[in-house]
């Protein structure tokens, strides 16, 4: 019955976010409505065309977990052996590749789980990945202080040097990658060349990712935030580590990914959970906003 009740509110929730527009809304912190267990430490998060999310886990067998949206566990990617999974990518013909971190290689299976083919990344460390409109796959190595551009098949287009990169991401025409420690996020051309940097706020920074109209997130290890910014470098609002409506005080959040209609999900490293967030209304929704998250709460 709670999780009827938290799909409920999670669909009407949207329905207030659609009226007031989910870029307006982002550009403040999002409103927690829930949360439910990813089965292990979810390092990366993706979703795909059909809403499925998908769950990367560190120190264990499973390369990914697949899940509804209101945390239904749908399946998971076993390609045998001790893996530890980052980044996560969605190809055109919405098959999922994920970065396998020790065996420096990327694996690709079916919407279905069905294993498809791998690349080897070459390099010491295959972490986080983004994925551009041509199916390119940018793969950072944050111990060679790479990133590395192959086609979906594995040839290595070019690569170049980034101190330390952590999350890396693609939107726009241009390569988002997120130092690790040094506290910047350095801005690239699809081929390498630099564009810019901005400083990021972030001390331990882990997935980096884009929802398509100008916004990057950002997730922390080391402060345990959300960070939200402009693709100019804008830091528009940062989240944690304390979430009001949580019911754990030590929150690490280092994994996000927003979909289509600004719903956000992000993944807490310390308690092994998704957490679930929508817009937060402007103030002309926000009493009707309000009346709607009491009726779902004393029912």
Same mark, same amino acid.
């Given at each position: ?108 299976? %079916?919407?279905? +789980? $069905?294993?498809?083919?791998? &690349? =080897?990344? @070459?390099? /010491?460390?295959?972490?986080? *990945? ?58 690239? %051309?699809?081929? +390498? $060349?630099?564009?810019?940097? &901005? =400083?990021? @706020?972030? /001390?331990?920074?882990?997935? *980096? ?67 679930? &967030? ?22």
């Amino acid at each position: 019955m709670h999780r009827l009740l938290l799909n409920a509110f999670l669909v009407a929730c949207v329905v207030v976010a659609a009226v007031i527009g989910p870029r307006e809304a982002m550009c403040q912190p999002p409103t927690f409505i829930g949360s439910w267990p990813s089965g292990g430490l979810p390092l990366g998060l993706a979703l795909d065309a059909s809403g499925s999310l998908y769950v990367a886990d560190e120190h264990n067998a499973v390369g990914l977990r697949v899940f509804s949206q209101g945390g239904v566990p749908m399946g998971t990617f076993n390609p045998g052996g001790f893996i530890e999974s980052y980044g996560i990518g969605i190809l055109s013909d919405q098959s999922i590749i994920f970065a396998d971190y020790y065996g420096n290689r990327v694996l690709r299976y %079916s919407a279905g +789980g $069905t294993f498809l083919s791998q &690349f =080897a990344t @070459g390099g /010491t460390r295959s972490a986080w *990945l983004a994925v551009d409109e041509s199916d390119n796959v940018y793969v950072t190595d944050d111990q060679e202080d790479k990133v590395r551009k192959f086609t979906s098949s594995g040839a290595l287009l070019t690569q170049w040097a980034v101190t330390h990169p952590s999350g890396v991401a693609y939107t726009n025409g241009q390569v988002f990658v997120t130092e690790m420690f040094n506290g910047q996020i350095k801005v690239f %051309s699809p081929t +390498g $060349t630099p564009q810019g940097s &901005f =400083a990021n @706020g972030a /001390t331990f920074a882990q997935e *980096l990712t884009a929802n398509g109209t100008g916004q990057l997130y950002l997730g922390d290890h080391g402060t345990h935030q959300l960070r939200c910014f402009s693709t100019d470098g804008t830091l528009l609002w940062t989240l944690g580590p304390n979430v009001p409506g949580y019911p754990f005080a030590s929150v690490d959040l280092v994994s996000v990914v927003q979909a289509p209609d600004g719903t956000l999900f992000a993944g807490d490293f310390n308690n092994r959970n998704v957490l679930i &967030f929508v817009p937060t209304p402007v103030a002309t929704a926000r009493n009707s906003f309000g009346a709607l998250k009491a009726r779902y709460r004393g029912e």
